[in-house]
């Protein structure tokens, strides 16, 4: 039996970018999560018979994911199927973020509740259906989680990552200068050393 690395992509993303992560799990093998979900139910699904398939070829599983990758996991698996996690940028609170949203785009719950889906001018769709159904699924997370954060993150607040790592007891580490999205040469040096230093220590647990 062996160690298994899966890799989940965020918003635009794809699994091709598992390939980054090969250098820094040498001895594992890593693989991309080639999703097609767009919303939590959809992924509840999906995720699930996909890690129950790939649960049952190794013996321990590693998840590494990003942005809403990070909220489809967190709102699809749990500690029999994922024994670590590395979040980057996760989502971790989406009624929050839709909550942003709205007032982004000044639609009232009352608006959204009539007309159902409300496009916004930032290219995001507002959906009625949506804020409902993560206001009656909150999280439940037990997996031992390291987080890597942007100080800029301009989706989800410092205030809202640490509540949730302060909950789920996982380790926060926030990049100074960083935004949601790591894209420069010098934030992926960070996050690569994060990933090395975390895998060798166990600080995930």
């Not at 250098?23 to 693989?31: A, Q, T, W």
């Not at 439940?140 to 789920?168: M, Q, R």
Request: overall charge negative; aromatic content about 12%.
């Amino acid at each position: 039996m062996k160690r298994l690395i899966v890799y989940v992509h965020g918003k635009g993303g794809s699994a091709q970018e598992a390939e980054h992560y090969k250098s820094l799990f040498p001895k594992d093998e890593v693989i991309g999560f080639d999703y097609r979900s767009q919303t939590p139910w959809q992924a509840k699904k999906e995720f699930f018979a996909f890690f129950t398939e790939q649960r049952g070829r190794c013996e321990h599983l590693t998840l590494v994911a990003n942005s809403i990758g990070a909220f489809f996991a967190l709102s699809s698996l749990d500690e029999t199927l994922v024994d670590r996690a590395y979040f980057i940028s996760p989502i971790v609170d989406m009624e929050n973020l839709i909550c942003n949203m709205m007032q982004w785009s000044n639609v009232t719950k009352q608006e959204l509740a009539e007309k159902r889906e409300i496009a916004t001018n930032f290219g995001e769709t507002l959906s009625w259906e949506y804020l409902c159904y993560v206001r009656k699924h909150p999280i439940i997370w037990n997996v031992p989680t390291c987080i890597l954060y942007g100080e800029h993150d301009n989706l989800t607040s410092i205030e809202t990552v640490s509540a949730f790592a302060k909950l789920h007891h996982a380790d926060l580490t926030v990049i100074p200068g960083g935004e949601h999205w790591f894209h420069t040469d010098e934030q992926m040096q960070f996050l690569d050393k994060w990933i090395r230093e975390r895998s060798l220590n166990d600080v995930c647990g």
